[in-house]
């Protein structure tokens, strides 16, 4: 793991990132978090608890998140299940009203070049 993902980061309410999920376990460094670091590419930092509607809109953007890639580690998503998506892949699904809800304390702060936190507090859901 990078040094950036072993310092403590922040949501995007300011205060110190909480875990997203375990199980199935998240991330961009599969340590439970939506952790970002500069190999980030994606920018996986939008703590979201998918559903049915936003799994098939996901495959229909070519982003199949419900089938599962064993090659991969990736045991394929359910309805429910919380997974740290890419912040432009919500924003985009957000414009297709097809966002799925979010949990704002696992969310990481770097979401907020993508998306404006107004938007994000619209989808929020407890932790």
């Known amino acids: ?13 300011g205060t110190e990132l909480k875990a997203c999920s375990k199980k199935p376990l998240t991330g961009f460094f599969r340590d439970g978090c939506c952790n970002t670091a500069n190999e980030d590419l994606g920018a996986h930092t939008v703590c979201a608890e998918v559903t049915e509607e936003f799994l098939e809109y996901s495959k229909q953007q070519g982003n199949d998140l419900s089938t599962p890639r064993p090659e991969f580690g990736f045991v394929g998503l359910s309805p429910g299940d919380r997974w740290c998506l890419c912040a432009a892949r919500w924003a985009e699904a957000l414009e ?32």
């Open 1 to 13: 793991m990078m040094l950036a993902a072993m310092q403590k980061q922040r949501n995007v309410l």
């Open 96 to 127: 297709a009203g097809m966002a799925p809800r979010v949990v704002l304390e696992s969310t990481h702060e770097r979401t907020l070049e993508f998306v404006p936190l107004a938007a994000l507090q619209q989808y929020a859901i407890p932790g």
